[in-house]
């Protein structure tokens, strides 16, 4: 699936400030209203806009991070990894392709470093670890590259593995949900099914 133009010139526009509101982007971009709102509802359904966020300056904020590379054995990086994705002071994380495992981590005083890499040495699937402070941030920019003839590359909403063939489409809370196969559509719906039947309490 590919971006037209229009998605990518509402990508660039929106990427560079999230805070214009949709009329703001559709006289940018030379659209209607209700057709940005649409295609930014669209990318947004398919995991392509992942949020909104304000970007901080940890430095400013006098906050220090470090850089971590994990090496293991590659059959335990999904598991290592697992262990820290909710971990609040990891702002990064990378399984990559070598058995190793990369992270940007930010603390707020050197102790919680030291805390941090005591809880890394319990964890017995690590081989080994290198860590490093990071003493200046020349340029940290989370920005996608948006360039023309972007291909959408669909992520299941079941078991959140890579479409690819043709997905299947569902269609919920106005809302559409693709999938990798029909059986990962089934598991979907009966877990919606089980969260609307849930008492409100
Ligand atoms: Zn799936």
Do not use: W
């Amino acid at each position: 699936m590919e971006l037209d133009e229009l998605d990518i010139n509402i990508l660039r526009t929106i990427q560079d400030n999230s805070r214009l509101s949709l009329r703001q982007i559709s006289e940018k971009v030379k659209a209607s209203v209700p057709t940005v709102s649409h295609k930014i509802a669209d990318m947004e359904d398919f995991g392509v806009i992942r949020g909104y966020q304000t970007v901080l300056d940890t430095e400013r904020l006098g906050e220090l991070s470090v850089i971590l590379t994990i090496k293991a054995r590659p059959s335990d990086l999904n598991s290592i990894a697992e262990r820290f994705r909710n971990d609040e002071n990891v702002r990064m994380l990378f399984i990559l392709s070598n058995g190793r495992l990369h992270m940007i981590c930010t603390f707020g005083n050197s102790h919680l470093i030291n805390d941090f890499v005591r809880r890394l040495g319990k964890i017995p699937e690590i081989i080994e670890y290198d860590i490093s402070n990071i003493i200046h941030v020349v340029k940290e920019n989370q920005r996608a590259l948006i360039i023309p003839n972007l291909n959408l590359v669909l992520q299941c909403q079941s078991c959140k593995k890579e479409i690819r063939d043709n997905p299947v489409r569902i269609k919920s809370d106005r809302r559409d949900y693709y999938f990798c196969s029909n059986a990962c559509a089934i598991a979907f719906q009966e877990k919606m099914e089980e969260f609307r039947t849930e008492p409100q309490s």
